[in-house]
Nanobody, 124 residues
Framework: QVQLVESGGGLVQPGGSLRLSCAASGRIVSINDMGWYRQAPGKERELVATITSGGDTNYADSVKGRFTVSRENAKNTVSLQMNSLKPEDTAVYYC??????????????????WGQGTQVTVSS
C-alpha cells in the first residue's frame, strides 16, 4: 500500500515561518500532482497549493506570495514553505498526491492519497 507521512507543523507567532514536509512511500510507480490542503475548525477543507510532476504550481489567493510549494521527484516528497504567517493560517494541513501504484497482484492503479494531517497554529 501507499502512505503519505507529514512533518513540520507546530506553533508559531504571527509573521513567522514554518516548513511542512510530506514523504510518500510504498508500491509507487509514479506520482502525478502533489499538494497541500488545510482545514480550519468549523470550515471546509480548502486547497492551499499544488505542484505537477513537471513543477507547475498553483496557489490559493490567500497564500500567494507567502507560501511556496516544492517537490523532489527522486525522493517522492513535497514541501510547503510558509512565510509571513497569519492567525488565519491556523488549520490542520494535509498533503495529498495522485499516485500510480502497484497492487499486490500486479495491476497498476491510479489513486488519490492523503496524509494524516499536521496542526499549524499561528498565535502570539
Amino acid at each position: 500500500q501507499v502512505q503519505l507521512v507529514e512533518s513540520g507543523g507546530g506553533l508559531v507567532q504571527p509573521g513567522g515561518s514554518l516548513r511542512l514536509s510530506c514523504a510518500a512511500s510504498g508500491r509507487i510507480v509514479s506520482i502525478n500532482d502533489m499538494g497541500w490542503y488545510r482545514q480550519a475548525p468549523g470550515k471546509e477543507r480548502e486547497l492551499v497549493a499544488t505542484i505537477t510532476s513537471g513543477g507547475d504550481t498553483n496557489y490559493a489567493d490567500s497564500v500567494k506570495g507567502r507560501f511556496t510549494v516544492s517537490r523532489e521527484n527522486a525522493k517522492n516528497t513535497v514541501s510547503l514553505q510558509m512565510n509571513s504567517l497569519k492567525p488565519e493560517d491556523t488549520a490542520v494541513y494535509y498533503c495529498t498526491a495522485n499516485i500510480v501504484h502497484r497492487m499486490p497482484y500486479g495491476t497498476l492503479i491510479r489513486s488519490d492519497f492523503w496524509g494524516q494531517g499536521t496542526q499549524v497554529t499561528v498565535s502570539s
